[in-house]
């Protein structure tokens, strides 16, 4: 079981930025590089959708259709980190941003083909 930990959440304006971390441990018998990352968010109501994922070798992204060309994700194998820059925020992103893992795989954009999940980050985008 990987332990999940987001933070960088906040308020912000319309057309800001912000910058959310995940952090990852526990990592007992595998290694931070053998796992996909993803962000999803969720709001009140609505069901959890997915953000953006990058692949355990970290060669490919995926975004989806509401945050292309605005948000981008990364990792750090290092430092066992992933990170979401969030750039020309909207009113309409504001959610809480729930951090995923799992391991091997590539394109996993679907909330059920992760099996770790962080606590979650509230971000809200004032207009």
């Known amino acids: 079981q990987v332990h999940l930990v987001e933070s960088g959440g906040g308020l912000v304006q319309a057309g800001g930025s912000l910058r959310l971390s995940c952090a990852a441990s526990?990592?007992?018998?595998?290694?931070?590089?053998?796992?996909?990352m993803g962000w999803f968010r969720q709001s009140p109501g609505k069901e959890r959708e997915f953000v953006a994922s990058?692949?355990?070798?970290?060669?490919?992204?995926y975004y989806g259709e509401s945050v292309k060309g605005r948000f981008t994700i990364s990792r750090d194998n290092a430092k066992n980190m992933v990170y979401l820059q969030m750039e020309s925020l909207k009113p309409e992103d504001t959610a809480v941003y729930y951090c995923?893992?799992?391991?091997?795989?590539?394109?996993?954009?679907?909330?059920?083909?992760?099996?770790?999940w962080g606590q979650g980050t509230q971000v809200t985008v004032s207009s």
């Open positions: 995923a893992a799992d391991q091997w795989g590539e394109r996993k954009i679907v909330p059920r083909e992760y099996t770790n």
């Open positions: 526990r990592l007992t018998f595998s290694t931070f590089s053998t796992y996909t």
């Open positions: 990058i692949s355990w070798g970290g060669g490919r992204t």
